[in-house]
């Protein structure tokens, strides 16, 4: 096969593996929030965090590897941070829909993004997410009737996925797996007592806890995995780019599964969200990129 051809494929597989886990993730979400009813998001995040952080601790067994005291501080603060991402990120769906919790929480590592470069390009994306934020808040009856409680939970989880690349670069010198599965241990230490408290000893329940797994799976496992096929086959900024367009997917899903219908405004302000973080990727030059 020649070289050019080669090369085509094996774009397009990466491509292809991730929208699946783009697409594997916002239906697990979804899949997740029919929960909501019976766990509470506490109970559904806690199910979730959990079942994820035991996939990864057996597939990677991160106590083979050595763990310094530095890098084990790192990755606790790493994945507390993940873990409060993942559950204020829950507690907004209970108010509002999918794909616009999805668009303002993408402002957290948009904000790092631009924060890190300085350029003065990066001043129009700034411009586009703040367009996208104002035509989400609820000033106004023209806004719509999104919860401002949801809204004020979905820019804490932006906030928390800010720090969780920050501490995510800190625990850089550990190995990959173990950082990641040990970050999902402490994240579900984290998260577990809120979902106890919420849902008690439901959370338990046979059916509940295979229901959790497969949230797990669809939200962790799989999307892991086929973005690491991505990632070893695209730069860095398609990458970006392609992951830019979680939101519209994640408002698709909403509409399919959750049927959760958006108006033109609020389209439009998943729009400019993301054209400022397409833009800020594809401007990017030679700063240092949050994974």
């Given amino acids: 096969m020649p070289l050019a051809r080669l090369k085509q494929s094996s774009t397009l597989v990466a491509v292809l593996a991730l929208t699946g886990s783009m697409a594997s993730l916002c239906i697990g979400?979804?899949?997740?929030?029919?929960?909501?009813?019976?766990?509470?998001?506490?109970?559904?995040?806690?199910?979730?965090?959990?079942?994820?952080?035991?996939?990864?601790?057996?597939?990677?067994?991160?106590?083979?590897?050595?763990?310094t005291l530095a890098n084990a501080r790192a990755i606790a603060l790493y994945g507390a941070a993940l873990g409060a991402t993942n559950l204020l990120f829950y507690m907004s769906l209970r108010t509002i829909p999918l794909?616009?919790?999805?668009?303002?929480?993408?402002?957290?590592?948009?904000?790092?993004?631009?924060?890190?470069?300085?350029?003065?390009?990066?001043?129009?994306?700034?411009?586009?997410?703040?367009?996208?934020?104002?035509?989400?808040?609820?000033?106004?009856?023209?806004?719509?009737?999104?919860?401002?409680?949801?809204?004020?939970?979905?820019?804490?989880?932006?906030?928390?996925?800010?720090?969780?690349?920050?501490?995510?670069?800190?625990?850089?010198?550990?190995?990959?797996?173990?950082?990641?599965?040990?970050?999902?241990?402490?994240?579900?230490?984290?998260?577990?007592?809120?979902?106890?408290?919420?849902?008690?000893?439901?959370?338990?329940?046979?059916?509940?806890?295979?229901?959790?797994?497969?949230v797990g799976v669809l939200s962790s496992a799989i999307p892991y995995s086929l973005e690491m096929v991505a990632l070893k086959r695209l730069p860095r900024r398609t990458f970006g780019i392609l992951l830019s367009m979680e939101p519209a997917m994640g408002a698709l899903a909403g509409l399919v599964f959750l049927h959760e219908q958006l108006n033109a405004r609020q389209w439009l302000a998943i729009g400019c969200i993301i054209v400022a973080s397409v833009g800020c990727t594809a401007t990017a030059r030679g700063k240092r990129q949050p994974a």
């Fill in 99 to 214: 794909g616009l919790a999805i668009a303002i929480e993408f402002t957290g590592p948009l904000a790092v993004a631009v924060l890190s470069s300085r350029q003065a390009i990066d001043f129009v994306w700034i411009g586009f997410a703040v367009i996208g934020l104002v035509m989400l808040l609820p000033l106004g009856q023209a806004t719509g009737t999104l919860d401002p409680v949801g809204i004020g939970f979905a820019l804490a989880a932006g906030v928390g996925w800010a720090l969780y690349i920050i501490f995510g670069q800190m625990a850089g010198n550990a190995h990959g797996g173990q950082a990641t599965s040990l970050g999902l241990t402490m994240a579900a230490l984290v998260v577990f007592p809120f979902g106890l408290a919420h849902a008690g000893a439901t959370m338990f329940s046979p059916s509940l806890l295979a229901a959790g797994l497969a």
């Fill in 29 to 67: 979400t979804s899949f997740a929030k029919s929960l909501f009813a019976a766990l509470g998001a506490q109970g559904t995040t806690a199910l979730r965090v959990g079942f994820s952080a035991l996939i990864l601790l057996c597939v990677w067994r991160p106590w083979r590897i050595p763990l």
